[in-house]
């Protein structure tokens, strides 16, 4: 009987393998087994690593209309900081009676200032006309500026009221 068991399991096994369906082909001509394809498993990470290169790379190629608009907003952000500095020279010409500066001190402190409103106002100009060659070179001038006026007024032994 137990030999007689056996061989029923043994047919039972041969007739159910015989009647699954043979694996259909894909369309690419390999087999489609069911199971997902090693690639498959990564899949998603594959597709996340390739939209990383591809803004990696593509970023670089901004089409023109893009990069247009995009220096559109910076030089109107320029040209409205700059308008911001032209208008924060009243606040230093507010400031000179506590630098207790003699005449010619003054003087030279108002020609700086000066200057440098009417520096901040020529870079408006270039940034809202989109001269964007001249913008550096007009920076270059502000800072010139700035840092001359620093080096004259902001010396600290000058009994500390300087700034």
């Known amino acids: 009987m137990c030999r007689t068991s056996h ?9 159910a393998a015989c009647t699954q369906p043979p694996p259909s082909r894909h369309p690419s001509g390999l087999f489609d ?3 997902p394809a090693l690639h498959a498993v990564s899949d998603t ?3 996340e690593l390739m939209n990383r290169m591809n803004g990696l790379i593509f970023e670089r190629f901004v089409t023109e209309p893009e990069r247009d608009r995009e220096t559109l907003k910076e ?12 208008r924060s020279i009243d606040g230093l010409y507010a400031r000179l009676p506590a630098l207790d500066l003699n005449e010619s001190e003054q003087a030279t402190f108002r020609a700086l200032a000066d200057k440098l409103r009417n520096q901040a106002g020529q870079l408006r100009q270039l940034a809202a006309d989109r001269r964007l060659e001249d ?4 920076l270059a001038q502000i800072s010139a500026t700035c840092t001359a006026c620093h080096g004259l007024f902001r010396q600290l032994g000058r009994g500390g009221r300087h700034g």
């Open 75 to 86: 030089t109107d952000e320029i040209a409205r900081t700059a308008a911001d500095l032209g």
């Open 135 to 138: 913008l550096s070179g007009q």
């Open 7 to 15: 061989l029923i399991a043994a047919l039972l096994l041969a007739l």
């Open 33 to 35: 087994t069911g199971q």
């Open 45 to 47: 990470r594959l597709r």
